[in-house]
């Protein structure tokens, strides 16, 4: 079965500093990842998402993931924190079978931007 | 055009009661599915439907949680005889399966329901 890892529960980064967030997957077959945010109220919105291809993915409001495959990793990265970045992020790994895309999600990583 | 939405926001109840969450997926997804979040923890898959196909019930807990859904519209999660270990958010996403559930296909979240047994 597949799990996912995110080994930091809490971050804080000052604004303007660069942020990554750890991501650790355990699949058995090629892994489609998945960075999702949740901000206070609201549902997850998808940041970015990898299947195949270019390791290094781009996604929205300035973040960016890679694929690591010898680490089986997919940190997020992001080269200029704003202070509305501040929220929860979760890495997921998807396993599709049957029709399915059940997503796996780790356990979150709670991010506070100090001004 | 309109997100997946979820009613009730948040939901109170006793233990023994039974509950019933509703989700509305974005218009024209075929797949929707409900995760929990339990407080610190991930989100854990529950259920999974996709057009007229049986639903994939491999992720509900217990026999005390059910789930149906009216053609490809809204969703109804029903716990019965609710207990405190119950209490998470629930959350509900849709996707356009637009390859029969590709993997590719993005699941768009709605805002959760929070429920509390007390």
């Known amino acids: 079965a597949q799990s996912v890892t995110q080994p930091d529960i809490h971050i804080t980064v000052s604004e303007g500093a660069s942020l990554e967030l750890r991501c650790n997957y355990s699949?058995?077959?090629?892994?489609?990842l998945f960075w999702y945010v949740q901000s206070p109220g609201q549902g997850l919105q998808l940041l970015l998402k990898y299947f195949s291809g270019d390791t290094l993915v781009q996604g929205i409001k300035g973040f960016e993931a890679e694929f690591k495959r010898s680490q089986s990793s997919f940190n997020l990265r992001k080269p200029s924190v704003h202070w509305s970045d501040a929220a929860e992020y979760f890495c997921a790994v998807g396993a599709y079978k049957g029709g399915g895309n059940k997503l796996t999600f780790g356990t979150g990583t709670q991010l506070k931007v100090e001004l | 055009g309109a997100g997946v939405s979820q009613s009730p926001s948040n939901k109170v109840t006793e233990k023994g009661k039974d509950v019933e969450l509703r989700c509305d997926p974005i218009?024209?997804?075929?797949?929707l599915y409900w995760y929990r979040q339990r407080l610190g923890q991930g989100l854990e898959f529950l259920i999974y439907?996709?057009?007229?196909?049986?639903?994939?019930k491999s992720g509900l807990p217990s026999d005390r949680f059910s789930a149906e859904r009216t053609g490809e519209s809204v969703s109804t999660l029903t716990i019965q005889r609710t207990q405190q270990e119950d209490s998470a958010v629930y959350l509900c996403a849709s996707s356009l399966a637009s390859s029969g559930g590709a993997v590719t296909d993005t699941q768009y979240f709605g805002p959760g329901t929070r429920l509390t047994v007390l």
């Open positions: 439907f996709q057009g007229n196909s049986a639903p994939d």
């Open positions: 699949y058995g077959a090629t892994p489609y």
């Open positions: 218009s024209g997804h075929t797949a």
